[in-house]
């Protein structure tokens, strides 16, 4: 069974930097990819980052491409967030999932995580 434990948000200036992890359980971790989702208060859950489990191939949503990073280390069973500049839009609780192959849809993902919130003050 796969499980996923998200770490690393807090309150943090807008411009400013985070990283948050992914811990990650369950059956071999380099067996899938690896999803980031947000969802701010009053709206729903939306596709932030994803990353394949074989070559690294990554995929961006457009509000976040270029500021952050999706990354992976397979030894450590672990996932990564990297978040710069920062914006007062981007605060939202933070989930992490799996799923074979890399999409964008957050109803096929599996494993969720209870969420990591991120606070962005302007």
């Known amino acids: 069974q796969v499980r996923m434990v998200e770490s690393g948000g807090g309150l943090v200036q807008a411009g400013g930097s985070l990283r948050l992890s992914c811990a990650y359980s369950?059956?071999?971790?380099?067996?899938?990819?690896m999803g980031w989702f947000r969802q701010a208060p009053g709206k729903a859950r939306e596709f932030v980052a994803a990353?394949?489990?074989?070559?690294?191939?990554?995929l961006y949503a457009v509000s976040v491409k270029g500021r952050f990073t999706i990354s992976r280390d397979n030894a450590k069973n672990t996932g990564y967030l990297q978040k710069n500049s920062l914006k007062p839009d981007d605060t939202a609780v933070y989930y992490c999932?799996?799923?074979?192959?890399?999409?964008?849809?957050?109803?096929?993902?599996w494993g969720w995580g209870q969420g990591t919130q991120i606070t962005v003050s302007s």
């Open positions: 369950g059956r071999t971790f380099s067996s899938y990819a």
């Open positions: 990353i394949t489990w074989g070559d690294g191939s990554t």
């Open positions: 999932a799996a799923r074979p192959t890399m999409q964008t849809i957050e109803y096929v993902y």
